[in-house]
């Protein structure tokens, strides 16, 4: 099987959840600046979400442009890499409608911790299914922000207990580091 069907059902389940999380946004029942700064965790929760399916999404698309044919394997560590971006609509709301408190913060580091792990998963199996010498292998190299981002996760979640913000401030900071495009896939494309 050929990887296009599959990018396609991951493209909808990403546009999907991006719009479950925007049906989230309830305007504020009063006109006022007050009122807008009263729904403004639930507004910053909806943009750090969406900010992560998007990177997912952009990386998703550059790896699977290396895949040339689809395995079994593939299609189940897509799914579980699906089954956990699903989940950013939930723990995204919960957090944000309670002003970012410990277990809500908690649970949305897990949600974050659970995709990269998946997306580490998804990664290794593409490769095996195409061999050591896989362009995405080469490109993935020792893959520093892959190895730290679980890292920050579980610090993040750590520090949630103690302080959530502290957490949040580890979230946003891994958010950050994949914000800026990753050329290494487009690199080794070109380089082959």
Not at 76 to 104: C, D, I, R, V
Request: glycine share 8%; aromatic share 12%.
């Amino acid at each position: 099987m050929e990887s296009g069907r599959l990018t396609a059902f991951s493209d909808g389940v990403m546009a999907i959840i991006i719009t479950i999380m925007v049906l989230e946004l309830r305007p504020p029942h009063e006109p006022t600046l007050e009122g807008l700064a009263a729904v403004a965790p639930i507004f910053l929760s909806y943009v750090l979400s969406f900010i992560y399916v998007a990177i997912y999404w952009n990386n998703h698309h550059h790896m699977m442009f290396t895949v040339r044919h689809v395995n079994g394997a593939i299609l189940w560590a897509n799914m579980n890499l699906l089954f956990w971006l699903s989940l950013l609509p939930f723990t995204t709301a919960w957090m944000g409608e309670t002003g970012a408190a410990k277990w809500p913060t908690v649970v949305y580091g897990a949600s974050l911790l659970g995709p990269a792990i998946a997306y580490y998963v998804l990664q290794t199996i593409i490769i095996r299914a195409h061999g050591p010498d896989h362009v995405l292998k080469r490109a993935i190299g020792g893959d520093w922000k892959g190895r730290a981002s679980p890292l920050f996760y579980l610090t993040g979640i750590g520090l949630a207990f103690v302080q959530p913000w502290m957490g949040l401030v580890l979230f946003v900071a891994v958010a950050l580091i994949w914000l800026i495009p990753d050329g290494r896939i487009e690199r080794a494309l070109t380089e082959k």
